[in-house]
């Protein structure tokens, strides 16, 4: 049996600057395609005050987990994420995955960091 979904929503989207501690601030999202055949993901984000974006693919071999770098433009597909700015992120695959979305926040002297599975 294969788990996952093909559609997943993640609401609560804000990329932090990446402060200057050891352990950089960031944003991330986990796939894992647990089908035997290739993931082709879809990344739409939305904005509070400006255009949907929608030119970001991403892919997952089968049977294998990645993570992907909101702060990393390669992973963004040439798209530069606004830091501090609120955005919703919705996937759509060709393959049923499990997503897991995580936000290391350092901006304050007690570090922040939590994941959360998508909806």
Known sequence: MVVGKKYWVIPDCE????GEGVLKGHESVVIVND???KAVI???LYFVDQPAYEEITWEVEPQKVKCFRMNNVEHMCGYKVPLETQYAMKLSSSQPIVVQYGRLDNR???LA??????F
């Open 15 to 18: 990329l932090p600057p990446e």
């Open 35 to 37: 089908s035997n055949k």
């Open 42 to 44: 879809k990344v739409k």
């Open 108 to 110: 304050q002297t007690n």
């Open 113 to 118: 960091y939590y994941t959360t599975l998508a």
